[in-house]
């Protein structure tokens, strides 16, 4: 078996070529750069782990329920589609749909691998460098770790969604060094935090909850640095350059905001894609799915300054406006701290196996 027929659709080229714009940059500055910045680095060196190790990959999982979500998160329940679905078709779709999220997902890692050693390339500051440097080290480990969860407890592959391929390459072919730091740091990276953590706090299994504990430690710092590289520029853009990366940011939150629609589902099981969709748009968890993806984007790109009456409008829009109240210092502390929890814990576990199997050792000899 080859990598494609892996792939529930086909895909014919299995490397895709996007010519990157702008200019490889250099500094001759080595003073000390900004403390946030360096302080962010330190941090990077300092939270750097192995996947093959941290993550306990004997743990069991349902492949017709990854997460072990409840039926009410199911996007089409209450829907005729899913009345009218026999059991055998709904585990179908449950298998599917797993794959799909975590295709997704795996794919994303993978432009962000290749974005933020765009960024070490592009950006013109030292301590950026820096940082950007231990984001490609972050990102290599998230494709290896959901390559390997894929690959070995699904089985199943879906090629990127279409969305997503066009804000990344829109992100790469822009020779502005700062256009990658948008698209990738800020809208990629602040949805895929968000929704890691949607599905990281609802999952019942153990292994799903792990794995993404750990990605969004990482992941919150690479929020971070998008916020703190770019909040100092943009403060001295001009009227019209800021227009021009406020577009940018109501198109790309207009393709995040489909990215996970799931479409691709619908279409290759030949389900009514139409109806589907329809329900998907209009129904309560798709709504509720909504306002807690942009929980990160939004206040990140309000506290960066691009928040003119297009932006305010469009994530009215999208019925997200009220998201930029949230404190997002505060919740990426948050996401360190579970990461955290979920160390101790497993930590835990492991020191209960030792004891158990050195009473049983014990007991085994008071026998003999």
């Known amino acids: 078996m080859t990598m494609r027929d892996r792939y529930t659709t086909p895909v014919t080229d299995m490397t895709w070529e996007v010519p990157a714009a702008g200019a490889a940059r250099f500094s001759w500055e080595y003073d000390d750069g900004r403390d946030r910045l360096l302080s962010l680095y330190q941090k990077g060196k300092d939270k750097q782990w192995d996947a093959q190790k941290r993550i306990e990959w004997d743990l069991p999982v349902d492949v017709n329920n990854v997460a072990g979500l409840p039926d009410e998160f199911n996007p089409l329940v209450g829907s005729d589609i899913w009345e009218r679905m026999p059991q055998d078709g709904r585990d179908e779709f449950g298998r599917h749909q797993g794959a799909w999220l975590f295709s997704q997902f795996l794919h994303g890692e993978q432009g962000a691998l290749t974005v933020s050693a765009r960024i070490v390339e592009s950006v013109p500051d030292l301590d950026s460098k820096f940082y950007a440097a231990t984001q490609v080290m972050d990102e290599a480990r998230h494709v290896e770790l959901y390559k390997k969860f894929v690959d070995e407890k699904l089985g199943m592959y879906y090629p990127i969604n279409q969305d997503l391929a066009k804000l990344l390459e829109e992100s790469l072919t822009d020779g ?112 509720l799915y909504q306002s807690l993806l942009f929980s990160r984007i939004v206040p990140c790109v309000r506290d960066i300054g691009l928040w003119g009456d297009k932006v305010q409008k469009a994530y009215a829009d999208m019925g997200v406006l009220d998201a930029a109240k949230g404190d997002l210092v505060q919740l990426m502390k948050q996401d360190e701290e579970i990461a955290e929890e979920v160390d101790r814990a497993k930590h835990e576990r492991e020191l209960a196996e030792r004891r158990a199997e050195v009473q049983a050792a014990i007991a085994d000899g008071a026998a003999e």
């Open 176 to 287: 502005r060094w700062d256009l990658p730091y948008l698209g990738m740091q800020v809208l990629i990276e602040g949805l895929a935090l968000a929704s890691f953590g949607l599905y990281r706090d609802m999952s019942t299994n153990p292994l799903v909850k792990q794995l993404l504990a750990y990605v969004m430690q990482d992941e919150a710092r690479h929020v971070a640095f998008g916020r703190l590289a770019l909040k100092d520029y943009y403060a001295e853009l001009t009227e019209k350059e800021r227009a021009e990366r406020e577009e940018f940011v109501v198109e790309g939150c207009y393709l995040m905001r489909d990215r996970f629609k799931g479409r691709e589902i619908f279409e290759n099981l030949g389900m009514p894609v139409k109806e589907c969709m329809e329900y998907v748009d209009n129904g309560p968890i798709y709504s």
